[in-house]
């Protein structure tokens, strides 16, 4: 007897100002990471971090700090950087946005649907994060922002992931994040988009890259998991 299909929905949260804020956590351990890797004791770090992926960010450190923009460079910067994070988040921490753990605990408990990160986090430092946090549990898996610099096309990659994954019963994903570039990238694959000023990015900004729905944060439970669903 063939097994009925079981349809599913895939809402994938960005990390940083969407889930949680880490007060610059990011932005201390690569500056350690450009001094003890290279020797750069004051490193140029003044990098726009919203909506990038970390490999753009590694590029352009390097580049930034006179540092030959190769692949054995930027793999000596990352790794330096995964093993300075968990450190970084012990010293300086950082908070769970409003309404986090309620939203996530409740699509949680939903038949048919699943949860997943899109960040552009390294997958090692968005693992450790939410371990910090108390997050990782919701979330069956993470794609990373490691092999590309431009959003979009992780966002591509993300799909692909979720193809393999889940095959033709996908009948819906959701991108979740507070930065254009998050709303943007869940254009490219054809989700639809939700977004939050938790970040560095106001209402107004946000609801101009035209996604289905903006909050100010996701506090009210109820209303977010209406639009979410």
């Not at 997958?123 to 590309?148: C, N, V, Y």
Request: proline content about 2%.
């Amino acid at each position: 007897m063939t097994q009925a299909k079981i349809d599913v929905r895939v809402f994938l949260f960005d990390i940083d100002g969407t889930l949680l804020s880490t007060k610059g956590v990011g932005r201390g351990a690569l500056s350690q990471a450009m001094l003890d890797e290279f020797g750069v004791a004051h490193p140029d770090s003044d990098v726009v971090f919203s909506g990038r992926t970390d490999r753009s960010l590694l590029m352009e450190l390097l580049q930034r700090n006179g540092l030959e923009v190769t692949e054995e460079h930027c793999r000596r910067l990352r790794d330096r950087y995964v093993s300075l994070m968990g450190g970084h988040l012990a010293r300086q921490g950082g908070v769970v946005l409003p309404g986090i753990r309620a939203l996530l605990t409740d699509l949680f408990r939903r038949d048919a649907l699943e949860l997943a990160v899109m960040t552009g986090n390294l997958p090692e430092t968005a693992t450790q994060k939410l371990a910090h946090f108390d997050l990782r549990q919701w979330f069956a898996w993470i794609s990373g922002g490691s092999l590309h610099v431009e959003r979009d096309d992780l966002a591509r990659r993300t799909a692909e992931i979720i193809a393999r994954r889940y095959g033709n019963s996908v009948t819906e994903v959701v991108v979740v994040g507070d930065t254009p570039a998050d709303i943007r990238c869940g254009h490219a694959i054809g989700a639809k988009t939700i977004a939050v000023a938790t970040g560095e990015f106001s209402i107004e900004s946000l609801t101009a890259e035209n996604p289905t729905k903006t909050f100010a944060d996701f506090s009210q439970t109820d209303e977010v998991l209406a639009a979410l669903l």
